[in-house]
C-alpha cells in the first residue's frame, strides 16, 4: 500500500526559506512523476511543482517559479521542495502526492508571517 509522509514545514518570515520533504513507501517511487500541491484555508488545493521519474523534467506554477525547487532522490524515495524567498500567500498545507495512483500525504503546514 502506497503511503507518503511529509515533513519539513513550519513557521518562517518572509524572504526566508524552507526545505519540505516527502517520503515515500508501498510502491516503485522511481517508476512515478511525483508532485507538490498545496491547500489555502478556504482555497481549493492548486498545483505547485511536478517532477519526472528521473528528475530532470520539472514543472511549475507561476506563482513560484524562480523561487521553489523540486528535486527527488531515488535512492531513498524521496522526494524534496526548496522554497526560497517565501511570500505570506504561500502559507498553506503542503501535500506529497503521486497523481497516477491517486497517492497523497497528510499535509505539512507552511505559514509564513512576520
Known amino acids: 500500500q502506497a503511503r507518503l509522509v511529509e515533513s519539513g514545514g513550519g513557521l518562517v518570515q518572509p524572504g526566508g526559506s524552507l526545505k519540505l520533504s516527502c517520503e515515500a513507501s508501498g510502491f516503485h517511487f522511481a517508476a512515478y512523476n511525483m508532485a507538490w500541491y498545496r491547500q489555502a484555508p478556504g482555497k481549493e488545493r492548486e498545483f505547485v511543482a511536478q517532477i519526472g521519474m528521473v528528475g530532470r523534467r520539472k514543472n511549475y506554477a507561476d506563482s513560484v517559479r524562480d523561487r521553489f525547487i523540486i528535486t527527488r532522490d531515488n535512492a531513498k524515495n524521496t522526494m524534496f521542495l526548496q522554497m526560497d524567498n517565501l511570500k505570506p500567500e504561500d502559507s498553506a498545507m503542503y501535500y506529497c502526492?503521486?497523481?497516477?495512483?491517486?497517492?497523497w500525504g497528510q499535509g505539512t503546514q507552511v505559514t509564513v508571517a512576520s
Open positions: 502526492s503521486a497523481p497516477l495512483i491517486n497517492s
